[in-house]
């Protein structure tokens, strides 16, 4: 009957785990995306951004009420048949599959950049899926772990942040909404993209130990991604002036390299290199959704076979082909689509449909 | 679980191959004549000089007696004094039975030869009486054994100065000795088939959480094996993950930490021969835990924990840090630091890696030959080694003076670390972490640092997990992890036990004359 008993995750295991999924490859380019778009309004952005993310996972743990014990992955098969449903499930995968890609490359290409110019592509692939493999072997009992984990053990990067702050202008800020609105909805569209992460709720909700703390964990969890990108963006915007913010591709990156210590510079290279936990902690849950659905597709409860071909194929394909950045911006926008389809449009659309079957059913339920 | 599983089918393999061993030959029953018995015996026992058979006449029983032995590993003095002394001098023909006459406390019958010789092995005297179909099996073990000392390898400013010793009898009456208590229940166990030891589990049966005691009792029934003759070899034999550097038991010669732990909701396994006792489940924080801590003030412990955890890092990583920033990241540090770590290097011609490498491989060759010889010439070691080749080694410009300074600070915090197999296992990882470093520098150390989390969070030991508290965080316990908050505050057992009856103390906080 308890299909996942043995796989459960505390509340805190709940929140972090979206919360470590929502923070990811985002933040490093996040204050230029927004201040192209809106100037120094795009915090507003952020809180809109916000409001719908919530919005949405709220919709996800309602719809998932309905369905106690089941994932998505069991629901599809439901819902389409056997073989529309495989077909679905094959998106699915797909879909987790290229958001983990995305991150990895992306983080891949940043290192390469940023630190390690020198080193081959697919060297860094090698080194990114060893420890990948290690925790998502063990299933998402380990990966709540992991997740709660490297929450602790990064709760000092913003805090470092904080010693920008005697260099901040805090007038860049000024006036609020010089533009208008209009801007900051256009922003909105990155940020609500922003909070993707929030979608696997749908995987989540039955391994959830205590079930009326869903709602909360979930609100919880996109405030806390909130926060972050809020601290981040705020703290970008007022120490780099307003044109100067878009002439860099992470702004994040360029903020740290300004802050030294007598014993310590150049920080931003300690930071990046810890960026990579939080890097990780967007990868693995996908990366452990893909192999979820794609053994669940084939009917094995093992996924690890599927994660060590998937591992196999990640060395491979980086071997083979080292995808550009701009090969990587048309990536995320793809992930961006699908994940506006997942994340956003499915909850609302079927929720919609739940509240409509209910009322044809008439006054059965009261 | 596939480690588990995989497991699992080689020790069914095992127990395929060794089963020809184990399949129960009938036992041949003891005969009603002496004689018949005694060549039986002799067939049993070929080229066993120290066996002593001795025969004699006895005044209550019809016929006579033999007295079966094995010098060596019976107590001289309670075989004549109490055995053989009643029943020689017995005069009268009285009513008394033969177990009147036995002065020993333990005497019971056994009645085939597969006991009779498992019994004589085991240090028992037997005897034989014509006429009966069974032999008196009386307990008189004595072998040689070492006296109670002060434990060596754990040593304790404050504790007690009891250690374990070789008998598995007397280290479970040390521990009975911290717990008199009737809910500390013992189960025994043979492991071995070739030369059984006798493997007894000891724990509070109404604490334990019976899934983590009947997942150890499995472990342990499905061992086949010749012998074991250490705890090491068991703990092999029974642990979650085979190629972890880490220790998922606890090893311990302290009667105290054993009564510590088992009054924590955990188990302990007393090997017989062994002066070490194996205590399960552990988890990692549990690894930088001494009993001494208990005895210090409670502000004084919590520095010495946050000193062997802040040891644990730096023994891991710093060589590795050093590498990194020397040959890779150089960026990181400032420049008058980095002008004076390259002032120290002008003279050495090998890479960071290469010099730590003859440095750290120095000091561990060093620690391997102090810790086998004997303590004079150890000294001799000591002064070799630290003066003569710590001096020589910059003189000679083969190792720069910064190395050696990164290199003796990690040995230090090495020796920090309370447990001997966590200090070797974070060896070992110094070695992966400066490999990693001097590859991919800071990336490097991360990746090292990403897949040792990984790692410590996925083991087990016995089903529960090695991370607790610290992943899964369970906050209770954090009272008694990083910090050793006064003992009053512990009012329950750890979490990361797995107990079923979790409390351990009332309010017993302190008031001074106000209240």
């Known amino acids: ?366 | 679980m596939g480690m588990r599983g995989w497991l699992r089918r080689r020790r069914a393999s095992a127990k395929d191959r060794f089963s020809h061993s184990s399949v129960p030959v009938p036992a041949r029953e003891i005969s009603d004549s002496l004689s018949d018995n005694i060549t039986e015996l002799r067939t049993m026992f070929t080229l066993t000089p120290d066996l002593v058979i001795r025969t004699f006449e006895s005044k209550f029983v019809e016929g006579s007696v033999a007295l079966v032995y094995l010098t060596g590993l019976v107590d001289k003095s309670s075989v004549n004094n109490n055995v053989l002394r009643p029943l020689l001098s017995q005069q009268s023909e009285g009513p008394a039975s033969i177990y009147d006459l036995l002065s020993v406390g333990k005497v019971f019958n056994i009645y085939d030869f597969h006991e009779v010789e498992r019994q004589i092995l085991d240090g028992s005297s037997l005897l034989f009486i014509e006429g009966r179909k069974e032999a008196l099996a009386v307990e008189t073990h004595g072998w040689p054994q070492r006296a109670i000392e002060d434990p060596q390898l754990e040593a304790s400013l404050k504790g007690a100065h009891q250690g374990f010793v070789e008998t598995g009898m007397q280290n479970i009456a040390l521990i009975r000795r911290y717990l008199p208590n009737r809910e500390m229940k013992i189960k025994e166990y043979w492991v071995g088939d070739r030369a059984p030891t006798r493997v007894s589990l000891l724990f509070l049966a109404d604490v334990v959480h019976p899934e983590v005691l009947q997942e150890f009792e499995d472990r342990i029934k499905l061992i086949r094996i010749d012998s074991i003759l250490n705890t090491g070899e068991l703990e092999e034999l029974v642990e979650d993950n085979p190629y972890s550097p880490f220790p998922q038991f606890m090893m311990t010669e302290r009667p105290d930490s054993v009564a510590s732990h088992i009054l924590q909701g955990k188990v302990a396994v007393v090997v017989d021969r062994s002066p070490s006792v194996l205590i399960g489940p552990a988890t990692f924080a549990s690894f930088f835990q001494n009993v001494d801590d208990y005895s210090t003030r409670w502000l004084v412990a919590t520095f010495i924990r946050l000193l062997r955890f802040m040891a644990f890092l730096v023994a891991t990583f710093l060589p590795a840090v050093y590498i990194a920033v020397i040959s890779f990241n150089y960026e990181v540090i400032p420049l008058d630091l980095i002008l004076s770590v390259g002032e120290s290097r002008e003279r050495v011609p090998f890479p960071p890696l290469l010099e730590a490498m003859i440095m750290e491989l120095t000091l561990e060759m060093l620690r391997e030959a102090g810790v086998r010889l004997p303590a004079p010439i150890g000294q001799t070691v000591g002064i070799v080694g630290g003066i003569v080749i710590g001096q020589a080694v910059v003189q000679a410009g083969i190792v720069s003076n910064i190395m050696v300074i990164v290199v003796a600070f990690t040995a230090i915090s090495s020796f920090i670390i309370p447990n001997y197999d966590m200090a070797s296992a974070v060896r070992l990882l110094r070695f992966l972490m400066m490999g990693l470093a001097a590859m991919f520098g800071i990336i490097g150390i991360v990746i090292g640092m990403m897949g040792l989390i990984g790692h410590l969070i996925s083991l087990e030991s016995l089903g529960v997990p090695y991370g607790s508290p610290l992943a899964p965080v369970r906050f209770s316990d954090w009272k008694d992890l990083f910090l050793r908050l006064p003992l009053w505050s512990m009012k329950n057992r750890p979490a990361s036990a797995r107990v079923v009856q979790s409390k351990r103390q009332g309010d017993n906080r302190p008031r001074g004359d106000g209240e």
């Open chain 1, 1 to 366: 009957m308890k299909k996942y008993a043995f796989n459960e995750l505390t509340v805190l295991q709940y929140v972090f785990f979206i919360h470590g999924t929502q923070v990811g490859i985002g933040v490093l380019s996040m204050p230029r995306e927004l201040a192209e778009e809106a100037g120094t309004d795009g915090w507003i952005s952020i809180l809109i951004g916000w409001v719908c993310a919530t919005v949405a996972s709220l919709l996800i743990v309602n719809i998932m009420k309905r369905y106690p014990g089941k994932t998505i992955v069991d629901l599809i098969p439901v819902f389409f048949g056997k073989w529309l449903g495989m077909v679905v499930s094959a998106l699915v995968a797909c879909y987790c599959a290229l958001a983990a890609m995305t991150v990895i490359a992306n983080g891949i290409g940043i290192v390469n950049v940023w630190i390690l110019s020198q080193t081959p592509g697919y060297v860094l692939a090698i080194l990114t899926v060893i420890p990948t493999y290690m925790v998502v072997q063990g299933g998402l009992r380990v990966l709540g772990r992991y997740a709660e984990l490297i929450f602790y053990l990064t709760l000092w990067m913003p805090i470092v942040v904080f010693s920008i702050l005697p260099y901040s202008n805090w007038l860049h800020l000024l006036p609020v909404l010089k533009d208008g609105w209009m801007p900051v909805f256009s922003a909105t569209k990155s940020t609500i993209l922003s909070f993707l992460g929030f979608e696997l709720a749908f995987f989540l909700y039955p391994f959830l130990q205590r079930k009326q703390y869903a709602s909360l964990g979930i609100v919880v969890a996109n405030t806390l991604s909130m926060l972050i990108f809020m601290h981040i963006t705020v703290f970008s915007f007022s120490f780099f002036s307003p044109d100067e913010i878009t002439q860099y591709t992470w702004p994040t990156l360029n903020l740290w390299k300004v802050i030294e210590y007598r014993f310590l510079e150049r920080i931003d290279i300690i930071f990046l290199a810890f960026y990579l936990f939080f890097l990780s902690t967007t990868t693995l849950p996908y990366m452990y959704f893909t192999v979820f659905t794609t053994s669940q597709m084939v009917g094995s409860a093992d996924h690890r076979k599927h994660l060590f071909i998937l591992m196999i194929l990640i060395v491979v394909g980086a071997w083979l082909y080292t995808p550009t950045f701009i090969d990587l911006k048309k990536w995320s926008e793809v992930w961006s689509m699908t994940g506006m389809v997942g994340g956003y449009i499915i909850p609302v659309i079927w929720w919609l449909a739940i509240q409509l079957f209910r009322r044809g059913k008439g006054g059965q339920k009261g």
